[in-house]
Structure formats: structure tokens, C-alpha cells
């Protein structure tokens, strides 16, 4: 870790002497454009990892504010069952609200078997009891 700190310091200073004093030699251009690219190849390498996601999880008041958004859209999903029972978005949205919170029992089971009567082709629906079966 400190080589990869000491070589990243050493790329930087290069890099800006570089723009300081504009090189005139085009062999030297691409031989530092060349160690730049292969540089952070080398780091993607040793520390990138493709299955995470760009933007990590908040924690602390982020992860309050996300719970609290939640929260409010199932109220919300809940206020459009309660005016119209057959609003089969509203039930989908509600169990994929249920199952990001950890929640999806028999209640969330009952949402989805009767969202797919009145909406037998939303592709959501086969999302959502993959994630159910795992």
C-alpha cells in the first residue's frame, strides 16, 4: 500500500511538472502518457473490483435520511391502496419496498399474488420472486 502511495505521489509530480513545463519531445509525451495508463491500469488491477457498486452505501445520517425515505414511500403506497385497491404499481412497489427492508413475509407473498392477477405481464413481478427465492 505505501509503494502504491509512493508511486501515485511520484506520477503526480511528474504529471505536474509536466503541465508546468510543456514537454517538446513527443517520444517523451507518449512514454508518460504510456507509464500513466499503465499505472492506473496496475492499481484497477490491484484494488478495483467491478461488482461494487459506484457510489458504496451511506452510513451514519446518509443510511438515517435513506431509512427515512423508505419509510415515507410505503406510507405513500400504502395511502394510494387505501384510495384504490387495485392499483397493482402501488402493491409492486410496496413488496420490492418490503424486501430492500428486509421485510417480505406472508403480507408481501399476498401483495405480489395479487398484483399478478391484475398485472400478470409486469416484468418487475419475475424480479421480485428471484429475490424472493434466494
Known amino acids: 500500500m505505501i509503494i502504491t502511495l509512493l508511486l501515485s505521489a511520484v ?4 504529471i505536474l511538472l509536466w503541465v508546468l513545463a510543456p514537454i517538446n519531445n513527443a517520444r ?3 512514454a508518460l502518457a504510456f507509464a500513466a495508463a499503465l499505472f ?4 484497477y488491477l490491484a484494488y478495483g473490483r467491478p461488482d461494487l457498486p459506484a457510489a458504496p452505501v451511506q452510513v ?3 443510511a438515517e435520511a435513506d431509512y ?3 419509510m ?3 406510507f ?3 395511502d394510494r391502496l387505501s384510495k384504490n385497491p387495485d392499483d397493482a404499481d402501488a402493491m409492486i412497489r410496496l413488496a420490492m419496498l418490503r424486501l430492500a427492508q428486509g421485510r ?3 403480507e408481501t407473498l399476498r401483495l405480489l399474488a395479487r398484483a399478478e392477477k391484475l398485472a400478470p405481464k409486469d416484468k418487475r413481478l419475475t424480479k421480485i420472486k428471484q429475490l424472493l427465492e434466494k
Do not use: H, I, N, P
Open 76 to 78: 405513500t403506497m400504502m
Open 72 to 74: 415515507l414511500d410505503e
Open 28 to 30: 517523451q509525451f507518449y
Open 60 to 62: 451514519g445520517k446518509g
Open 40 to 43: 492506473s491500469l496496475g492499481l
Open 104 to 106: 417480505g413475509g406472508e
Open 11 to 14: 506520477l503526480c509530480a511528474v
Open 68 to 70: 427515512r425515505q423508505m
